[in-house]
């Protein structure tokens, strides 16, 4: 019997993603296969406005290391990728067109993709129910936990988390539920691909020696609003010009709207700075190589770790003060981007910070146990094991200087180090309190189950005051 043919199919939604599915290729990091296909996905907003990223300059020396391109927005038209999944009945008969449609027959597949816990990933997963999973990683959100409690049937076929060494020495916790291993994509051959995209990336014009401002959009996910990501935008600028950065360049979103780069053109005149506003879309790795910029300023953009790590640029953030306060529920995936910029990065608004701070600042035992404390209040049902580890952190080192990262509600509905005042530590121990709490939350059962007219409104008042 004739041994079938092995198709690989990479789905990626970035050119940074595509860039680190090359860099792996490179290194081969794959087995062997007979095809290998790329998926592309456009998650944009208004997809039929926003050119996915294999129109992107440069993406043509990627290309070459597939075997053919399918778009997954012209598979499943007219949903949009991440808001469309199949019914499981409808399974079998989707992956028959597939079959069909992209020439597999009868291919043995194996499937190569990103975020599995959400769509398009988790869809394509699903689609193919036989197919072995590997999952790669791009970005800051491979050292957090799993958003949501995936099916094991989906979790429970994946072999390998590929992921950057953005934070040397700490171990990613994405997937670790699954005993997924890690591996990284090794920096140099990730950065040899990043030059092949700048050398086949038209002239950019920014000037050697600027500091670089890295805009993220923030409000298209609701995590802020449009004035507010305006202002934020104007603090970097701010900021970079009181360190005495007189010519600056700011690499707006792709997405983002023209009025915000405006204001800050208002602003660098005020402060009488020079400003330049890049208005090809590409990526902030090209602007790392070609200009060398003095100084990377964002909030908690992945890019300032690849600045800092691969590139061994002075970084600085400024926001994730609000950001943290403001991301909610608590357990919102960005949370441990957040953190890890907050704690690692140095505070553009404190000048002696920026000055004095060289990478590796936070001993990496410390930082592994605030990544255990946090990853464990954001999914305790996930990662029941991390809680002793979550405990000792915060037992050690809640202090001033961490409690930013925590919530003290949520440290007190799980029951951890740093739930109410050290002066009031022996109430949770109090038999008498005890029984008081008891009473109580039976009352309020009670109520509840006497009042659903009211419970559900309470409960839809609270949906909406969260936001996301």
């Known amino acids: 019997m004739a041994e079938r043919r092995r198709t690989q199919i990479f789905l990626a939604s970035t050119l940074y993603g595509a860039a680190t599915l090359a860099a792996a290729l490179d290194a081969e990091q794959f087995p062997r296969a007979d095809r290998r296909l790329l998926l ?5 907003a208004t997809p039929e406005t926003t050119p996915a990223f294999d129109e992107a300059p440069g993406f043509d020396r990627l290309r070459a290391r597939f075997d053919g391109v399918l778009s997954w927005n012209e598979t499943i038209r007219p949903f949009h990728p991440g808001g469309w999944s199949p019914r499981p009945d409808d399974v079998p008969l989707w992956e028959r067109h597939l079959r069909l449609l992209w020439g597999l027959g009868t291919d043995d597949v194996e499937l190569v993709v990103e975020s599995l816990q959400v769509n398009p990933a988790l869809a394509v997963a699903q689609l193919f129910p036989d197919a072995p999973l590997e999952v790669y990683a791009d970005g800051l959100m491979s050292y957090g936990p799993t958003r949501n409690k995936l099916d094991p049937l989906v979790g429970g076929r994946v072999r390998r988390l590929l992921h950057l060494d953005l934070v040397p020495g700490l171990r990613p916790l994405l997937l670790s539920e699954f005993g997924v291993p890690a591996e990284i994509v090794p920096a140099e051959v990730f950065t040899k691909v990043l030059a092949e995209l700048c050398d086949a990336t038209p002239l950019v014009e920014a000037p050697e020696g600027a500091a670089l401002l890295l805009g993220q959009y923030l409000s298209a996910i609701d995590i802020l609003t449009p004035e507010e990501e305006e202002r934020l935008h104007v603090r970097m600028l ?40 890049l208005g090809t879309p590409v990526l902030a790795e090209v602007v790392f190589r070609r200009s060398r910029p003095a100084l990377v300023v964002g909030c908690f953009s992945t890019a300032l770790l690849t600045a ?122 109090n038999p008498t309190v005890r029984k008081v709490a008891r009473r109580a939350r039976s009352v309020q059962r009670r109520l509840a189950l006497r009042l659903p007219g009211q419970r559900a409104a309470v409960a839809g008042r609270t949906r909406n005051g969260n936001g996301r």
């Open 40 to 44: 592309v996905a456009n998650n944009a």
């Open 238 to 277: 701010r900021g970079a010009a009181a360190l005495g950065h007189r010519e600056l360049v700011f690499k707006p979103h792709p997405s983002a709207p023209a009025r915000w780069s405006r204001m800050l053109e208002t602003e660098a005149g005020r402060l009488g700075v020079a400003l330049t506003v």
């Open 308 to 429: 800092s790590t691969f590139y061994g640029l002075p970084v600085a953030r400024v926001g994730t003060d609000l950001l943290l306060e403001r991301l909610s529920p608590y357990q919102n995936s960005n949370r441990v981007p957040v953190t890890l910029v907050d704690a690692l990065l140095p505070d553009l608004e404190r000048p002696e910070t920026v000055a004095g701070w060289t990478p590796g600042k936070l001993p990496g035992e410390r930082l592994s146990g605030l990544l255990a404390a946090v990853g464990f209040a954001m999914q305790p049902q996930i990662h029941p094991a991390l809680r002793p580890a979550a405990e000792r952190y915060l037992a050690d080192h809640l202090d001033a200087g961490t409690r930013r990262y925590f919530k003290r509600r949520r440290l007190t509905a799980l029951a951890l180090p740093g739930a109410v005042p050290s002066q009031l530590a022996f109430l949770p121990r």
